[in-house]
């Protein structure tokens, strides 16, 4: 079955790290820019990182620049996010998606999205 799948999450205290992974199953990644968004109970979604397909470039939301690092290892077909210094405000479901990166990363049509994990930061 054609699907990303998403690993890594969990109950974390603020300030420790996580690292969420994106898995492409019966789907090559390395054809694909990979996008991580977020959605928080009662919020709308959220762009967070997006990568290019060749890892030269990525992009990043305002609130976790400098906390997260977005990289791929396109020969074990995977995606990443390293997230540092977690917040309670990262408390989230956590996607992987495919998207399309031009002047900014945009969904992909008829993009392939994860499940989803969820990434709790709380004390």
């Known amino acids: 079955q054609v699907q990303l799948v998403e690993s890594g999450g969990g109950l974390v205290q603020p300030g420790v790290s996580l690292r969420l992974s994106c898995a492409g199953s019966e789907f090559f990644l390395d054809y694909y820019d990979i996008g991580w968004f977020r959605q928080a109970p009662g919020k709308e979604r959220e762009g967070v990182s997006c990568i290019s397909r060749d890892g030269g470039s990525s992009t990043y939301a305002d609130s976790v620049k400098g906390r997260f690092t977005i990289s791929r290892d396109n020969a074990k077909n995977t995606v990443y996010l390293r997230m540092n210094s977690l917040k309670p405000e990262d408390t989230a479901v956590y996607f992987c998606?495919?998207?399309?990166?031009?002047?900014?990363?945009?969904?992909?049509?008829?993009?392939?999205w994860g499940q989803g994990i969820q990434v709790t930061v709380s004390s």
């Open positions: 998606a495919t998207v399309i990166i031009n002047t900014a990363c945009e969904i992909a049509p008829k993009a392939l």
